[in-house]
C-alpha cells in the first residue's frame, strides 16, 4: 500500500472498467486464466491490483483452476486434478470446463454479495479466502464501502487482538472504527486512507519479535495446522492438509523451525537463518517423535523466523509447496542454492568450520551459479574460475582487524608527487569504494574496438584535472571526438620531428624551455610518439580511468580563442569506450596510474587479458529475439527483484516481498525494440512517458505505467546485457555484479569502518531501489550510493565474538547463515581404529557443555584425514597438537582441569593423559610459603599423541565414574 491514493483509485477504476460485475457470466476459461496472459482475469487481480491489497502467496489453486506454466506431467488426486493445460480443485468438475463453470458461479456469487453488503454469504463461499476477499472489496459499493483491502484473516486478528475466524465479523468490526464513514454510510475521504493506517498497525503487530510460545500460539489456532502429537518440552510438530509436517523448537531462545526441503525455499523473505540438512545428516531427536517425516533420512530445511509477518509468509509458501522426492533431494540439494543469494551475508561458525574455504562458492553462486552447478564436486575447477574472477576484478577479499579504518575501507588522503615534482594530497579510494565505483559504472559511449591491440601502444593520458578548472575538457573531447592537451602555449609544432626541435620551437616563439621541462616530454609525445591506431586510456586522479580511445588521426592544432585556453594541441580520437563512474584502476593496471599528463603504459603495467575483456563487453549487438539466455536466474535487479524463470516467453521474478511477479517476454522486447530504435529512452520509461513517446504502441498502458520502478531496470538490462551474448565464443559468463568478500568482520570496530555508509548497504537504500539513499563522503565531497549489484559476503568467528555481541546496526542489515561443525562429513574416517567423526562429535558435546555451542571445534581441521586414502596416527597427533589442544588452551583461558575433562583425561590412566598435572616441589618456595598443592603444575604430555588410546580414552572411559 505504497501508491498515492489517486492512483490505487485509478487501478480500481481501471479493473471495474475491464470486469464489470454484468459481464462476468460470459467470461471464458481462456479469459480467466491464461500462462502469460497480463490481461487474464486472475493477473489482473493478483499483479495489476496488487496496490489494492495483495494476494502474492500461497498455490495457484486458491483461484480454484489455473492455465499451468509447468506442463510436466502430474497424477491427479483425490484433491487436485491435473490436465495438460489446466489444473483445478476436483470438487468443482472432472474436466477443465466443468470446474470454471463452478467456480464462476462462485466469482459471481460473492461479487453479487459484496454490491449488496451480504458479508457472511462470502464467509461461506468455496474459495480461496484471500481471492473471495479481494473479489467482494473490488466489486462492493465504491460509494459506501464495508470492506478493506486487507485480506489475511491473520492480519484482521492482529488488529483486533482477538481470536475471532470470521473475516466477515473481523471486517465489520475494524469499519466501524472508521472516523469517515458518515451517518449514512457514505466515504467523506477515500477508503485507501483508513486501509493505510489500519494496515501500519497491522505491520507493528506482525514485525514484532516472534518468540518460540508466540509460534507455538500461532500454529496452534490457526486452521491451516494441526497439531501431530501433543507438544513435548522441545519440540511441537504439526501437519497441513497435504500431509506435509513441520517441527517447532520450543528449547531454542530463536523460534527455530524444520520443515520439509520443498519449491517453498527462495520465495519466503526475511528468515534470519536457512540450513539445508541432507537426508543423511542426524538432527534433534524430537522430530522423529512429534514430527516423523522430518526425521532422519529424510532431506530438511531449519530456518530461523524473527518475526510474525515472517511467518505467515512462510506458512503461506509451505502450505501450497510440493516437496521435493527423497531420492532425489540430497544430490539436488547438493548443487543448487536454496534462494536467491542475499545481497549482504554473513558466515557464522566455531573455527575450523570452512567459513573462508566457503566464501569461494558463495561467490561463485551469485556470478556464475551454472558453473558451479556444473563443477559442484570438483574443487580445483571452482577454485580456478574464482581465481579467474578474481582477476577480472569482479571479486575483491579484505581482511577487517582492529586498526582497518574507515580511509582503508572507503576513502582518505594520500600523498602523491605531481609531474613538476610538487607534494600535493589526492584523496584515494579504499576498497570498498572502488568496488562501488566498479559495479556501479556504466558504459555511457562505445564504438567498435580493434579486434587485435598486439603491436599498438597503449597511453596514458590525462584530459583536465575532473576536480579544477578545466574539467569541462574532458566533457568536450568525448563529446567532439579528439584529445587535447594543455601545453604549448598554442604554437604549432608539426615542422617539429624531435624534442630538440620541439624546444627550439619554443625558443624562437619566445618561449625559453629548460632542457629537463616536462613540457617538451609531453608536446614530443603527443605530436610524435603517438601513432595512428595506437590506444589512449583516459584517466580521473590516479586511481581510476574514464575512457579508452583510438588514434585517428595524426597531430594538427587547433584554435580555442573562444574558449580562451591553451588547450589546442590535437588528436582525433574514436572514444571506443566511456565509463560513468570511472573504473578503478585495477580493472586494467597492475599498479596505480602516475600523476604525469601522458606516457606509455608498458606491457608490465596494465593487463592485457583485462583490456581485451574491456573492449570486448558492453557491445551492443542487435538483441537476437527469442534468446533463451537474455536473463539468468538468479540476477537481481533494483532493490531485490530476483530472476527465478526466464524463458522465451515469459520473466518471473521474485519481489523483495517474496511475491511471484511475471512479465511477458514480448512485452520487455517491444519496449527494448523502441529504445533501440530512438523511440524513446529508458528514463522515458521510468518517467511514464511512454504512451507520449509512441502514442500508436499496443502496450496496456497499465503494466508500463504500474511497473515503472522495475521495467525500466529490466529493459536497460535487454539494451545493455550484463552476461556474454549468444554466440560469444565465451565458455563461462561475464558477470555484471560485484562481489566484497570481507574476512573476519567481527574483528573490525564497524561504526569506524562503514561510517554513515552502513544505512547504504541495505537493499531497499541500494541505488535505484524506491527508497535509496545518497550520501556526501567527507574528503571527496562527492555523492556516494551503493549499486544493488554489488554483493558483500562476510565470515565471523564466533570464538571471537559471539553474534550476541556483533554491532546491531550490522545485525539487522546481514542475514546470516550458521557454518556449524559437521561431524558427519568424518563418518567412515578411521585412524588405526579411531573414529574421527565420533572423536570430533564427543569433543564438542563436551565443550557445549562447559562452554559453549560458539566455541566448538571445526571438521576442517580433520579433513585432511579423509582425503588422504591412508591416514597414519601421526596425522592426527599433529591436528591435536598444532590446533585441537591450543584452541583448548585459548577457549578455557589455560583452565586445566576443564581442558582434562574434554578430554576425558581424567578417566585414563596418567600416561594416556594429553594434560597431565604434577606436584609442586615445596623446596623450590621453602617452608614459610604455603602453595595450594591441588593446583599443582600442568603439563602437555607428548607421549600420549602418539598413543591411540588416548584418542579411543576421548570417546570411551577406561574407567567408571562422569564429569
Not at 20 to 31: A, F, I, K, R, S
Not at 83 to 110: C, M, N
Not at 885 to 914: A, G, M, S, T
Request: net charge negative; proline share 5%.
Amino acid at each position: 500500500m505504497n501508491e498515492p491514493v489517486s492512483e490505487r483509485e485509478e487501478k480500481w477504476s481501471a479493473f471495474l472498467a475491464r470486469w464489470p460485475l454484468e459481464n462476468l457470466n460470459d467470461m471464458t476459461l481462456v479469459q480467466y486464466s491464461q500462462a502469460g496472459n497480463q490481461d487474464c482475469f486472475v493477473y489482473w487481480l493478483e499483479a495489476l491490483t496488487e496496490s489494492l491489497g495483495s494476494i502474492w502467496g500461497g498455490s495457484a489453486f486458491k483461484f480454484g483452476i489455473y492455465s499451468r506454466k509447468n506442463k510436466i506431467e502430474k497424477a491427479t488426486t483425490a484433491d487436485r486434478s491435473y490436465g495438460e493445460d489446466y489444473a483445478w480443485y476436483t470438487k468443482y468438475g472432472a474436466s477443465p470446463e466443468e470446474a470454471f463453470a463452478q467456480v464462476k458461479k462462485i466469482i459471481l456469487s460473492i461479487a453479487k454479495a459484496a454490491r449488496d453488503g451480504q458479508l457472511d454469504q462470502i464467509d461461506g463461499a468455496d474459495l480461496g479466502p484471500a481471492v473471495k476477499w479481494k473479489l467482494a472489496f473490488l466489486y462492493q459499493n465504491r460509494e459506501g464501502p464495508i470492506i478493506l483491502p486487507i485480506y489475511k484473516t491473520e492480519w484482521l486478528q492482529a488488529v483486533l487482538n482477538t481470536k475471532e475466524r470470521s473475516v466477515a465479523e473481523l471486517q465489520r468490526r475494524i469499519m466501524l472504527e472508521n472516523p469517515a464513514t458518515t451517518q449514512d454510510g457514505q466515504q467523506s475521504t477515500s477508503i485507501f486512507n483508513y486501509a493505510d493506517t489500519v494496515w501500519a498497525n497491522v505491520q507493528r503487530q506482525i514485525k514484532t519479535e516472534l518468540t518460540p510460545e508466540n509460534a507455538k500460539a500461532f500454529l496452534d489456532e490457526t486452521e491451516r495446522f494441526t497439531p501431530i502429537e501433543p507438544a513435548t518440552k522441545t519440540m511441537a510438530g504439526y501437519q497441513t492438509s497435504e500431509g506435509e509436517q513441520l517441527g517447532l523448537a520450543l528449547d531454542n531462545k530463536k523460534t527455530t523451525i524444520y520443515l520439509s526441503a520443498g519449491d517453498w525455499e527462495g520465495s519466503v523473505q526475511g528468515l534470519t537463518e536457512v540450513e539445508p540438512y541432507p537426508a543423511e545428516r542426524s538432527r534433534s531427536s524430537s522430530l522423529a517423535a512429534n514430527a516423523p517425516k522430518l526425521a532422519q533420512g529424510n532431506p530438511i530445511i531449519k530456518v530461523v523466523v524473527p518475526d510474525k509477518a515472517t511467518l505467515i509468509a512462510l506458512c503461506d509458501a509451505y502450505e501450497s509447496s510440493e516437496t521435493i522426492n527423497s531420492s532425489t533431494i540430497s544430490s539436488a540439494m547438493a548443487t543448487q542454492p536454496s534462494s536467491a543469494p542475499p545481497l549482504n551475508q554473513i558466515l557464522y561458525g566455531p573455527p575450523g568450520t570452512g567459513k573462508t574455504f566457503s566464501t569461494i562458492d558463495a561467490a561463485l553462486e551469485i556470478l556464475d551459479p551454472n558453473f558451479l552447478l556444473n563443477h559442484r564436486n570438483d574443487r580445483s575447477a571452482l577454485k580456478h574460475r574464482y581465481d579467474a574472477l578474481v582477476a577480472m576484478g569482479n571479486v575483491r577479499f579484505v581482511t577487517f582487524h582492529q586498526s582497518f579504518s574507515y580511509e582503508d575501507f572507503v576513502e582518505g588522503l594520500r600523498a602523491e608527487n605531481t609531474d613538476k615534482g610538487e607534494l600535493r594530497y589526492e584523496v584515494a579510494d579504499g576498497v570498498f569504494k572502488s568496488i562501488c565505483h566498479a559495479a556501479a559504472a556504466k558504459i555511457t559511449k562505445q564504438a567498435t574496438a580493434p579486434t587485435d591491440i598486439t603491436g599498438r601502444k597503449i597511453w596514458k593520458l590525462s584530459l583536465g584535472n575532473s576536480l579544477g578548472d578545466d574539467s569541462y575538457i574532458f566533457d568536450e573531447c568525448i563529446e567532439a571526438g579528439y584529445a587535447l592537451i594543455g601545453y604549448g602555449a598554442q604554437l604549432d609544432f608539426n615542422s617539429c620531428s624531435t624534442r630538440q626541435a620541439i624546444q627550439a620551437h619554443f625558443s624562437a616563439n619566445g618561449y625559453a624551455r629548460e632542457d629537463d621541462a616536462y613540457e617538451l616530454t609531453a608536446i614530443n609525445t603527443f605530436v610524435n610518439k603517438m601513432k595512428v591506431g595506437d590506444l589512449v586510456v583516459v584517466t580521473e586522479g590516479n586511481f581510476k580511468f574514464r575512457a579508452i580511445g583510438q588514434i585517428t588521426s595524426d597531430y594538427h592544432l587547433i584554435n580555442r580563442d573562444e574558449q580562451g585556453d591553451t588547450y589546442g594541441q590535437c588528436r582525433d580520437v574514436k572514444w571506443i569506450r566511456v565509463y560513468k563512474p570511472s573504473l578503478p584502476h585495477d580493472q586494467l593496471m597492475n599498479n596505480q596510474f602516475s600523476q604525469m599528463t601522458i606516457y606509455e603504459l608498458k606491457p608490465t603495467a596494465y593487463d592485457s587479458e583485462k583490456l581485451n575483456g574491456l573492449l570486448r563487453s558492453g557491445s551492443t549487438p542487435k538483441i537476437t529475439h527469442l534468446a533463451s539466455n537474455k536473463f539468468m536466474v538468479g540476477e537481481q535487479f533494483g532493490s531485490g527483484y530476483t530472476v527465478t524463470k526466464s524463458s522465451t516467453e515469459l520473466l518471473e521474478l521474485n519481489k523483495p516481498n517474496g511475491k511471484s511477479l511475471p512479465f511477458a517476454m514480448s512485452l520487455l522486447q517491444t519496449l527494448a525494440d523502441y529504445v533501440q530504435a530512438d523511440q524513446l529512452s529508458v528514463d522515458d520509461i521510468r518517467d511514464k512517458k511512454v504512451f507520449e513517446k509512441v502514442p500508436d504502441t499496443l502496450l496496456e498502458p497499465y503494466i508500463v505505467n504500474g511497473y515503472a520502478n522495475i521495467l525500466p531496470i529490466l529493459v536497460d538490462r535487454l539494451v545493455r546485457p550484463a552476461y556474454t551474448y549468444a554466440g560469444d565464443t565465451a565458455q563461462t559468463s561475464t558477470p555484471s555484479a560485484k562481489v566484497l568478500i570481507i574476512d573476519e568482520i567481527n574483528r573490525g570496530n564497524i561504526s569506524r569502518i562503514f561510517g554513515e555508509l552502513i544505512t547504504l548497504i541495505e537493499p531497499s537504500k541500494r541505488a535505484g531501489a524506491s527508497e535509496s539513499l545518497e550520501v556526501t563522503l567527507p574528503y571527496s565531497k562527492t555523492s556516494f550510493s551503493v549499486p544493488d549489484n554489488l554483493y558483500i559476503i562476510g565470515t565471523m568467528n564466533t570464538a571471537d565474538r559471539s553474534l550476541t555481541g556483533l554491532d546491531l546496526a550490522l545485525r539487522r542489515r546481514f542475514t546470516f547463515r550458521e557454518m556449524p561443525p559437521r561431524p558427519d562429513l568424518l563418518d567412515g574416517v578411521s585412524v588405526e581404529g579411531i573414529d574421527v567423526g565420533k572423536l570430533l562429535a564427543t569433543l564438542n558435546e563436551r565443550i557445549e557443555v562447559l562452554l559453549d555451542r560458539d566455541h566448538c571445534l571445526g571438521h576442517a581441521y580433520f579433513m585432511s584425514l579423509k582425503t588422504d586414502p591412508s591416514p597414519q596416527l601421526t596425522d592426527l597427533a599433529k591436528i591435536f597438537r598444532l590446533n585441537v589442544i591450543p584452541l583448548l588452551q585459548e577457549y578455557f583461558f589455560e583452565d586445566w582441569k576443564r581442558i582434562q575433562w574434554v578430554l576425558n583425561d581424567h578417566r585414563k590412566p596418567d600416561n594416556l593423559r594429553f594434560i597431565t598435572q604434577h606436584p609442586i616441589d615445596q623446596s623450590l618456595f621453602g617452608n614459610d610459603v604455603n602453595i595450594n598443592q591441588q593446583s599443582g603444575i600442568w603439563r602437555v604430555n607428548d607421549s600420549a599423541f602418539v598413543a591411540k588410546e588416548a584418542y579411543l580414552g576421548i570417546t570411551d572411559a577406561f574407567e567408571p565414574g562422569a564429569v
